[in-house]
């Protein structure tokens, strides 16, 4: 079984439940804005035919069915690594023996996240450009003369939501919710005016359609999946926000209200277009009567495309922090927003983000063209977890092959048809996630492999402390007074830095903490097992302070509870700070990938410096400089 998060997570209730429709559902919940349109009327889409409308409408509504409501909901959130969901998250969950490797190697296991969590930040420069976009391209159903605004109120309101992260999603979640039920309670409606008025339309509800759908179209018709998908693509932004709400209050959100309400529009906009061929192309606002009435819709879809997206912003934030604490990437100025772990803020994610938005705006220019460039990134990050997640299930909660197999078929076979057919529109757009998957994938290949051999090279050059207490009367006969700590990343033996700080000024403190942050595989630590002391002797202590995945180490605030388990009369402003600063060079060593090393060494050049990032005071810090060629 998977380990409860109802430890971990904030408090049930009206106010978390109304949080999670604000942040967690947006992505998915303004897909009927154009999954529809696209599968009856773009360049992968068939034509509005009875049967095709029929056919299309089930497929979207048991995909939804399938990949949300079960996959997701029943039984991925409840691989929840003590409260946080994601993919990262759940490779903390794989075994140890399945994940690690020797320095300089990497698991398959971790290459597949890798892959996955790289194309989820492809998916988070698309959502908010396309969802954003397809809302504001309501103006011109309502009048082509409104059309050359489009563009520009688009790149205005993504402007203005990436500038609103810095209030953090708790806020966000609590300004977006009501927007955003208002939101489902009005397309719920719609959706039941024009089922009324159709009632046939009902009959979509019956898979028999969907399998019809293939028996007439054949292969062929598999390349609407590309365009079915744009109805499911929120649900691992889902996954990965778990942790910002809990597991509870989005099932009840999604189940209560989200759910139903994408249902009746879907099946409204299908009735729609049974009654009318030609609203195939603009289905979304074929629901309401006239051009002032649409004028109302995109008044109430703008703001529903703005919190659409701040799912996936959301997402990469959770995945980033997890990503720096599991050492998949380069540390990064990481901002906590509130009272829970999950509400964070990454200015240059955020920022990079948005300018990437705006680009595609402005180089798209229409939803449509957008639309062949998403889907490939998200199927893509699905079929991963559904991989990693039969890793967990089988190899750390012990179930049985047939069981664990048979899940995994009936994931996989679902993602690997998404993802297949998506693959048809990869020269039509389809490259565009990819490529910025790939780059971020090596950025993350690089710096897992390069820490990994830096580490290695800390164990190597680490002496053991028998030598060096046996020569420290004749290095420093005279020891200064006062209270030095040394980080070091390898909490054995004597780091490099203090032996040649030693070496180099014949000077030590009398007594000394070596200090070592490791970062465990769960969100958060228990703060009664946090910090661990072992006198070495000669005024010599080790200090191991353990943080989770979801926290942000700061070294100060703990060095206080370490100086009294030590039992050293020094206070935290008292104390002098010895940190090596790791200057890494291209050279002929050969240890590592002659393409990844001048990445890893520019990645590690331009990382948030050590001292910033564990909070040090910067007036305490003594830096040795230690050049590594891999």
């Given at each position: 079984m998977s380990?409860?998060?109802?430890?971990h997570q904030?408090?049930?209730?009206?106010?978390l439940?109304?949080?999670?429709v604000?942040?967690?559902f947006?992505?998915?919940?303004?897909?009927p804005?154009y999954?529809?349109?696209e599968?009856?009327?773009?360049?992968?889409?068939?034509?509005?035919?009875p049967?095709?409308?029929?056919?299309v409408?089930s497929?979207?509504f048991w995909?939804?069915?399938f990949?949300v409501?079960?996959?997701?909901?029943?039984?991925?959130?409840?691989?929840?690594?003590?409260g946080e969901?994601g993919?990262m998250?759940?490779?903390a969950l794989?075994?140890?023996?399945?994940?690690?490797?020797d320095?300089?190697?990497i698991?398959?296991?971790?290459?597949l996240?890798?892959?996955g969590?790289?194309?989820l930040?492809?998916?988070g420069?698309?959502?908010?450009a396309?969802?954003?976009?397809?809302?504001?391209?309501?103006?011109e159903?309502?009048s082509?003369?409104?059309?050359?605004?489009?563009?520009?109120?688009?790149?205005?309101?993504?402007?203005?939501?990436?500038?609103?992260?810095?209030h953090?999603t708790?806020?966000?979640?609590?300004?977006?919710?009501p927007?955003m039920?208002?939101?489902?309670?009005t397309i719920?409606v719609l959706?039941?005016?024009a089922?009324v008025?159709?009632?046939?339309?009902?009959?979509a509800?019956?898979?028999?359609?969907?399998?019809?759908?293939?028996a007439?179209?054949?292969?062929?018709?598999?390349?609407?999946?590309g365009?079915?998908?744009l109805?499911?693509t929120?649900?691992?932004?889902?996954?990965a926000?778990?942790?910002?709400?809990?597991?509870?209050p989005?099932?009840i959100?999604w189940l209560?209200?989200?759910?139903p309400?994408l249902?009746?529009?879907?099946?409204?906009?299908?009735?729609?277009?049974l009654?009318?061929p030609?609203?195939?192309?603009?289905?979304f606002?074929?629901?309401?009567p006239s051009?002032?009435?649409?004028v109302?819709?995109?008044?109430?879809?703008?703001?529903?495309?703005i919190?659409?997206?701040?799912?996936?912003i959301?997402?990469?934030?959770?995945?980033?922090?997890?990503a720096?604490?599991?050492?998949?990437f380069?540390?990064l100025?990481?901002r906590h927003?509130g009272?829970a772990?999950?509400?964070?803020?990454?200015?240059l994610?955020?920022w990079?983000?948005a300018?990437?938005c705006?680009a595609?705006?402005?180089?798209?220019?229409?939803?449509s063209?957008?639309?062949?460039a998403?889907?490939?990134?998200?199927?893509g990050t699905?079929?991963v977890?559904?991989?990693?997640?039969?890793?967990v299930v089988?190899?750390?909660?012990?179930w049985?092959r047939?069981?664990?197999?048979?899940?995994?078929v009936?994931?996989?076979?679902v993602?690997?048809?998404?993802?297949?057919?998506?693959?048809?529109?990869f020269?039509?757009g389809?490259y565009l996630?990819?490529?910025?998957g790939?780059v971020?994938?090596?950025m993350?290949l690089?710096w897992?492999?390069?820490?990994?051999l830096?580490?290695?090279?800390?164990?190597?050059?680490s002496r053991?402390v028998?030598d060096?207490?046996?020569?420290?009367?004749?290095?420093t006969p005279?020891?200064l007074?006062g209270t030095?700590?040394c980080?070091t990343?390898w909490g054995?033996?004597?780091?490099?830095v203090?032996v040649?700080?030693?070496?180099?000024?014949?000077?030590?403190h009398q007594s000394v903490?070596?200090?070592?942050?490791e970062?465990e595989q769960v969100?958060?630590v228990?703060?009664?097992?946090?910090v661990t002391v072992?006198?070495?002797?000669?005024g010599?202590?080790?200090a191991?302070?353990?943080w989770?995945?979801?926290?942000?180490p700061?070294?100060p605030a703990?060095?206080e509870?370490v100086?009294g388990?030590a039992a050293?009369?020094?206070r935290p402003?008292e104390v002098a700070y010895?940190v090596g600063r790791k200057?890494?060079?291209?050279?002929p060593?050969?240890?590592m990938?002659r393409?990844l090393?001048?990445?890893?060494?520019?990645?590690a050049?331009?990382?948030?410096?050590?001292?910033d990032y564990?909070?040090?005071?910067?007036?305490?810090?003594?830096?040795?400089?230690?050049?590594?060629?891999?």
């Open positions: 380990r409860s998060a109802s430890e904030p408090p049930n209730g009206l106010a439940v109304v949080g999670a604000g942040v967690v947006g992505d998915i919940d303004t897909s804005l999954a529809l349109q599968c009856l009327s773009g360049p992968h889409g068939f034509a509005p035919t049967g095709n409308v029929l056919g409408t497929l979207i995909s939804v069915t990949v409501t079960i996959k997701y909901l029943l039984f991925l959130m409840r691989a929840d690594n003590r969901g993919i998250a759940l490779l794989v075994p140890r023996r399945l994940r690690s490797r320095p300089g190697r698991s398959a296991v971790a290459v996240v890798i892959g969590a790289a194309l930040y492809g998916d420069v698309i959502t908010p396309i969802s954003v976009l397809s809302a504001i391209e309501g103006l159903v309502a082509p003369a409104l059309e050359p605004y489009v563009v520009p109120l688009t790149v205005a309101i993504l402007a203005g939501l990436f500038a609103l992260q810095s953090g708790g806020r966000i979640g609590r300004l977006f919710g927007i039920i208002v939101w489902f309670v719920a959706g039941v005016r089922i008025g159709a009632p046939g339309v009902l009959l509800l019956s898979p028999a359609h969907a399998v019809r759908f293939f007439d179209h054949g292969l062929h018709g598999a390349r609407v999946l365009s079915v998908v109805a499911v929120g649900g691992e932004a889902l996954y926000d778990m942790g910002h709400f809990g597991r509870r989005i099932r959100a209560a209200l989200v759910y309400a249902v009746l529009c879907y099946l409204g906009q299908a009735a729609t277009v009654a009318d030609e609203a195939a192309s603009r289905a606002y074929s629901l309401v051009a002032g009435w649409t109302a819709l995109v008044a109430l879809a703008a703001p529903a495309t919190i659409a997206s701040q799912a996936l959301s997402g990469v934030f959770s995945l980033t922090h997890q720096i604490q599991m050492g998949f380069p540390r100025t990481v927003t009272q772990a999950g509400e964070i803020y990454v200015p994610v955020n990079t983000l300018g990437a705006i595609l705006v402005l180089i798209f220019q229409a939803s063209r957008l639309a062949a998403y889907g490939l990134a998200v199927s699905m079929l977890t559904s991989i990693v997640y039969y890793l089988r190899h750390a909660w012990g049985s047939l069981k664990a197999g048979t899940l995994l009936l994931f996989a076979s993602d690997l048809a998404f993802l297949l057919a998506n693959g048809l529109k020269l039509d389809g996630p990819f490529a910025i790939l971020v994938a090596v993350m690089s897992r492999i390069g820490r990994s830096v580490a290695a090279a800390a164990a190597a050059s053991p028998e060096f207490l046996a020569r420290l009367p004749s290095l005279q020891r007074p030095s700590v980080l990343s054995e033996g004597i780091p490099e203090l040649l700080a030693v070496e180099r000024l014949r000077a030590l903490v070596l200090f070592t942050v970062t969100p958060v228990d703060p009664a097992e946090r072992e006198p070495l002797g000669q010599l202590h080790r191991v302070v353990r989770g995945f979801r926290e942000t700061n070294v703990v060095l509870e100086l388990k050293l009369p020094a402003g010895l200057s890494i060079v291209s050279g060593r050969g240890q990938n393409v090393e001048p990445i890893f060494a520019f990645l050049r331009n990382a948030r410096n050590p001292i564990f909070d040090l005071p910067v007036t305490q810090v003594v830096e040795v400089g230690i050049r590594l060629d891999l």
